[in-house]
């Protein structure tokens, strides 16, 4: 059914990402240019050089940000990258500096627009120097505390809308999973952490590379049984053995996604149903713009390395891509419906033929 090779990320629209960063990049030097040299009275060839800095260091954090999800391994140190930085903004001051004395500071703001052609070069850079976020932040969630999904759910340890949002999308998945479930059905939750969303404990067995949250699952009451494993294309479980497959928002982090769907299909009964969550993550949509904010401020602001890594999101789903991600890893979406307007629930079934 699936072809092992493929490692297709899904990944937001590379055009429309460059087209915004340069017109943010660009918007922002040109008003640092036109404050200094204007209001502060800086001399040209200055302005041009802080307002080109500006624009290539707003470039590196927009970059490493949206980019760090590319899987990419080599880095570039920031102190290389630094001097080229300096030498585009010194090549801008020195067209400052010419500008101010042939012409009319208007052709100089105006000619921003083509200076900024030179941080194109940056550009190529930062797409060099972002690295993967998946197997860091791998590393990072298999040693979190064993409470960590229950401190999400908490107004006293996270924010009002962090709490909110994991404290509705565990109270909505319980909702979710019970439309399917009946009495005596065997149910898996794979990459299931404290398995919060089990609020009448179901019996599920769980699986998640953090041995702390399962144990805490388990002494819970929130888990019947558990198996330890960070590669979620290898449970161990029984083949052909559960009625339900619980899989919520754990897609969006999977390098080997359809290794992964294989082995879902594997466990799989004839009949059985496969029950997804993941965030409704389209370019500038509401989810992109609150959880890069999110990760911007715990990662840079608050140190959480799993934050720097942007929680190691390198697949982003809308209902067309997960319909065609299943249906490619002979899965049927039987329905699919938008959750406050950040995430997707979905049921899918084994496809015939």
């Given amino acids: 059914m699936i072809s092992p090779a493929r490692h297709e990320r899904l990944r937001f629209p590379t055009v429309s990402i460059f087209l915004l960063g340069g017109l943010l990049g660009t918007g922002l030097n040109a008003a640092i240019l036109a404050l200094a040299h204007t209001q502060a009275g800086w001399h040209a060839a200055a302005a041009f050089f802080a307002g080109t800095m500006a624009n290539l260091l707003f470039h590196h954090v927009y970059y490493h940000l949206i980019f760090v999800n590319r899987e990419i391994q080599l880095r570039t140190p920031f102190w290389r990258q630094s001097i080229l930085y300096v030498l585009i903004s010194a090549g801008a001051a020195v067209a400052g500096f010419l500008l101010h004395d042939v012409a009319h500071f208007s052709l100089g703001l105006a000619a921003t627009l083509l200076l900024s052609a030179m941080a194109a070069t940056n550009a190529v850079v930062n797409r060099i120097a972002t690295f993967s976020s998946a197997q860091p932040a791998r590393v990072e969630y298999a040693s979190m505390n064993e409470t960590f999904y229950e401190d999400q759910t908490s107004t006293k340890k996270v924010n009002f809308i962090r709490a909110w949002f994991h404290n509705s999308r565990f109270r909505k998945l319980h909702d979710f999973v019970a439309e399917s479930y009946r009495p005596g059905m065997v149910v898996a939750d794979l990459g299931c952490g404290n398995c919060l969303w089990n609020r009448d404990k179901f019996p599920v067995v769980g699986v998640d590379a953090n041995l702390f949250m399962l144990a805490w699952a388990k002494a819970n009451g929130y888990l019947s049984d558990s198996r330890v494993s960070a590669d979620l294309s290898q449970t161990g479980l029984p083949r052909q053995a559960f009625d339900l497959v619980v899989m919520s928002?754990?897609?969006?982090?999977?390098?080997?996604?359809?290794?992964?769907?294989?082995?879902?299909?594997?466990?799989?009964?004839g009949d059985g149903r496969f029950i997804i969550t993941v965030p409704y993550d389209f370019f500038l949509g509401p989810f992109f713009i609150m959880f890069n904010v999110n990760c911007l401020y715990q990662g840079f602001i608050k140190g959480s390395r799993y934050h720097r890594y942007r929680c190691g999101h390198i697949n982003h789903f809308t209902i067309s891509r997960l319909r065609r991600v299943l249906y490619e890893a002979g899965l049927h979406l039987e329905s699919v419906r938008v959750v406050n307007g950040l995430s997707l629930f979905a049921v899918a079934r084994k496809r015939s033929g």
């Fill in 249 to 269: 928002e754990v897609l969006e982090h999977l390098f080997n996604l359809y290794e992964t769907l294989e082995e879902v299909r594997s466990l799989l009964k």
